[in-house]
């Protein structure tokens, strides 16, 4: 069992920044490709970044390339997604997941991870 805890959210003007984190506990994470999701108020949850196992592959959503970055640190097992020049439609309940996905492979699906957090909400201010 991996338990994700995300932190870092927050209010912020249109243009500014954010780091968030995802801190695991259970088991280490340097097993799992790693994830950032997101669902702003009447949407379906989407996809936004996702590392493999090393951190040496990682994948963003077009409407964040550019501006989010996703990293890890297995030895503080820990993820985390840097925001900048952020927008009001970046306004969402951000989530962190976790998946065994074979190789060094990343996925972009919600249904290739395992375990979620239980996400911190990120208001951008216009």
């Known amino acids: 069992q991996v338990r994700l805890v995300e932190s870092g959210g927050g209010l912020v003007q249109a243009g500014g920044s954010l780091k968030l984190s995802c801190a695991a506990s259970g088991r280490t994470i340097a097993g799992y490709s790693m994830g950032w999701f997101r669902q702003a108020p009447g949407k379906a949850r989407e996809f936004v970044a996702a590392?493999?196992?090393?951190?040496?592959?990682?994948i963003t959503t077009n409407s964040v390339k550019g501006r989010f970055t996703i990293s890890r640190d297995n030895g503080k097992n820990t993820v985390y997604l840097q925001m900048n020049s952020l927008k009001p439609e970046d306004t969402a309940v951000y989530y962190c997941?976790?998946?065994?996905?074979?190789?060094?492979?990343?996925?972009?699906?919600?249904?290739?991870?395992?375990?979620w957090g239980q996400g911190t909400q990120v208001t951008v201010s216009s």
């Open positions: 997941a976790a998946g065994l996905i074979p190789g060094t492979g990343v996925v972009a699906t919600s249904s290739g991870y395992t375990y």
């Open positions: 590392i493999n196992r090393s951190g040496a592959n990682t």
